[in-house]
């Protein structure tokens, strides 16, 4: 007996639309919601789906109440937490190393002016 499954990768840069998540939930067996918003009417296309997964910390995008009566197991996917705090850490050495800084600076041609664009380093 073989055994497979589709994978379709959905994330266009930005939430989808209902009438785009129609026809992409309607083979699927497993979806990894994100920020779009699945309501009793985008679930009624699915047709096979055992699991819808919210990636991050809630479910606030699906409608539970829903998917449970369609037989839809909701769970959570509790990975952005780690994400967030690595982005976050990120962005600190971000504005210490004055990179959004740096960035302008160089677009506007001034680059030449490199001590503008020193981290100051200082020893306690």
């Known amino acids: 007996m073989s055994q497979s499954a589709t994978v379709v990768d959905a994330n266009r840069g930005r939430c989808l639309s209902q009438p785009e998540l129609q026809p992409l939930l309607k083979e699927a067996h497993i979806c990894i919601a994100a920020d779009e918003r699945y309501t009793a009417e985008v ?71 490199r001590g503008r664009w020193l981290c100051r380093i200082s020893t306690v």
């Open 43 to 113: 679930l009624d296309g699915a047709e096979k789906p055992a699991s819808d997964r919210a990636d991050g910390t809630g479910y606030d995008g699906i409608d539970v109440e829903a998917a449970t009566a369609r037989g839809i197991l909701v769970t959570r996917t509790p990975l952005v937490h780690v994400s967030t705090a690595n982005h976050a850490i990120g962005l600190m050495f971000a504005l210490v190393r004055k990179i959004p800084a740096c960035d302008r600076g160089v677009r506007q041609g001034l680059w030449a002016e």
